[in-house]
């Protein structure tokens, strides 16, 4: 009588992690393209349909040529397919007409006064180009690790404030993940 209580038990904790592992299998998860150190693009892939996965949105990531974060764009996929003849079945099409960008945030730098502006940009789809900036920061840096937050602009109104903030200059690469 135990033995079959426990191969009950056994089989029920066997279903029980299975079930666990199919969950995980089926989170999206992100591929991160490095080059020098330095975050160059972040595609995140989430499980469709099908069974497949496929990419839903990139973002990419530009550096000046002292490795100072200057870009981030923000790109979704318009899930568009091809017949492929020789699988028998659609895949992805991932051509660059494909990707609508929806946002951006620019980092411009001022080195004679030491001041770094943040712009927050969306896309227009009925231009097919960047609205001007939604939202603006302004820093001051004071060295490598302090800066002052001065304002923040939405829209026309300005909020100033000074703030001495502790900063790492790869937050701001990492911003939006």
């Known amino acids: 009588m135990n033995t079959k209580k426990l191969k009950t038990v ?3 904790l066997v279903i029980f992690l299975m079930s666990g592992f199919v969950t995980q ?3 999206p998860f992100y591929d991160t393209k490095f080059e020098d150190g330095k975050v160059v693009s972040r595609t995140k ?5 099908s069974g497949f996965y496929e990419r839903e949105s990139e973002s990419k990531y530009t550096y000046n040529e002292e490795g100072d974060f200057l870009k981030k764009e923000f790109f979704v996929w318009n899930k568009k397919y091809k017949w492929n003849d020789k699988a028998g079945r659609m895949y992805p099409d991932y051509s660059d007409n494909n990707w609508t960008p929806k946002y951006s945030i620019v980092q411009k730098k001022d080195f004679a006064n030491n001041f770094v502006t943040m712009e927050f ?3 227009n789809n009925h231009k097919k180009a960047y609205n001007s900036p939604v939202e603006t920061m302004i820093f001051q840096l004071n060295d490598a690790n302090y800066i002052n937050y001065l304002a923040f602009q939405k829209g026309n109104e ?3 404030v000074t703030n001495n903030i502790n900063f790492s ?3 701001l690469a990492l ?3």
Do not use: I, N, P, S
């Open 10 to 12: 056994g089989f029920a």
């Open 25 to 27: 299998a089926q989170a």
């Open 45 to 49: 892939y989430v499980m469709m349909y």
């Open 121 to 123: 940009l969306l896309w």
């Open 158 to 160: 300005y909020d100033e």
């Open 169 to 171: 200059r790869e937050l």
């Open 175 to 177: 911003m939006g993940k």
